[in-house]
């Protein structure tokens, strides 16, 4: 099971971005689904995060300015990223709480995305 992110780079002040997590493998079921970001020097902090059944969590600094939304029938989760600010600029990274088949069992895991770059700069 892979969660592969997509969709950083660089964009002005006050842009938008939209990051895309897909994930593949052999899934069973999809759980919480979340986007991470770590900026140079700082710790790992969650940015937003969508449980299976729809309800949603975002971290004060992006209240209003980000969208988190998935498309379970793709396994696919998307970070919409509005008025984008400096403090911003970090390492985006997706996970997801995956269950898993194998040998009829299931096994749940916790899988990390590779992480996508996200620079605001003027």
């Not at 938008?16 to 790992?44: D, E, H, V």
Request: aromatic content about 8%; some cysteine; proline content about 2%.
């Amino acid at each position: 099971v892979q969660l592969q992110a997509s969709g950083g780079g660089l964009v002005q002040p006050g842009g938008s971005l939209k990051l895309s997590c897909a994930a593949s493998g052999s899934i069973f079921s999809i759980n919480t689904m979340g986007w991470y970001r770590q900026a140079p020097g700082k710790q790992r902090e969650l940015v937003a995060a969508m449980t299976g059944g729809g309800s949603t969590n975002y971290a004060d600094s992006v209240k209003g300015r980000f969208t988190i939304s998935r498309d379970n029938a793709k396994n696919t989760m998307f970070l919409q990223m509005n008025s984008l600010k400096p403090e911003d600029t970090a390492v985006y990274y997706c996970n997801g709480d995956i269950s898993t088949v194998v040998a009829d069992q299931i096994h749940e895991l916790d899988v990390w995305g590779q992480g996508t770059l996200v620079t605001v700069s003027s």
